[in-house]
């Protein structure tokens, strides 16, 4: 998260970033760096991509895993993984707002409320 400042006796405003606890210097210090250049390319990218490319390589991945065996409940299973970031996202964008929420996810409120009681997020 960043945050904007007015620089001193200045109008105009810079971007600041909060401090890193000492928790997330930990972290950053235990990240294992890629193994390969490449790696690290393939993960750049990975960042750029529009969603929907994200879910088709993630399906690539899980259907070369699955080798051939069959698999039901697919369709579920990416909605779970997928409905609560994105509920989560969402509240974070409106501060807690469900009626804003709930038009920006195209939801009524009544849904978007029982969606947040189902997942635990309220």
Known sequence: M????AAPGKR????????????G?????SRKPPKSVSA???DMRRKNQPLRECVSD???EYFSVLDGHDCSGLFE???REVEVPLLRSVLEHTDGNQTRASEILGLNRSTLRKKL???KLI
């Open 58 to 60: 993630a399906m690539e």
């Open 2 to 5: 960043c945050r904007y400042t």
């Open 117 to 119: 009681r189902q997942h």
């Open 40 to 42: 690290l390319r393939v």
């Open 77 to 79: 299973m990416v909605m």
């Open 25 to 29: 210097v930990s972290a950053a210090k």
């Open 12 to 23: 105009v405003l810079r971007r600041t970033r909060p401090a890193l606890g000492t928790r």
